[in-house]
């Protein structure tokens, strides 16, 4: 439990970042993402994470309830697997999934990378990470 309390600590001390950054917000049916990218690739990235929620429910029957706020799941998509590493103090961690009573949040890479000589694509780990939600919504 500490270790999920200092992750968030460090996640929201690691989002303040200098006055450049444009942290971009886009708000889908099962998400929220936040990144520091173009508004277009944002909703993008946000669109095929739908479709992926959708297929997911599809194959493993789930029923997809209303979803409001405070249990869509809020995704933090940070410069790279370092950036990651960095916030959850773990060298080999690519992403992470906090499952918190007032919503869940993941954080991710923009851009993958390599963990014990193996590539992870961002999208990969980010899969992985909502493989975690859904694991929990029975």
């Given amino acids: 439990m500490r270790t999920l309390l200092t992750a968030a600590a ?3 001390a690691g989002l303040a970042q200098p006055a450049h950054a444009a942290w971009q917000k886009v708000s889908t049916r099962h998400f929220i993402i936040y990144a520091d990218d173009d508004p277009e690739k944002l ?3 946000a669109t095929r994470l739908e ?4 297929a997911v429910r599809l194959a493993r029957k789930m029923k997809d309830s ?3 706020d405070g249990n869509r799941l809020t995704v933090y998509v940070v410069k ?3 950036q990651v ?3 959850i103090r773990n060298q080999n961690a690519g992403g ?3 499952g918190r ?3 869940p949040l993941a954080v991710v890479p923009k851009n993958g990378g390599s963990t014990w000589e193996v590539e992870f694509s961002a999208e990969t780990i980010f899969f992985h990470e909502y493989a975690h939600h859904l694991m929990f919504q029975g």
């Fill in 80 to 82: 790279d697997m370092e």
């Fill in 10 to 12: 460090l996640l929201a």
């Fill in 51 to 54: 479709k992926f929620d959708r």
């Fill in 101 to 103: 009573v007032n919503g």
């Fill in 85 to 87: 590493a960095k916030l």
């Fill in 66 to 68: 209303e979803v409001g």
């Fill in 43 to 45: 909703t993008t990235f």
């Fill in 96 to 98: 992470f999934y906090i």
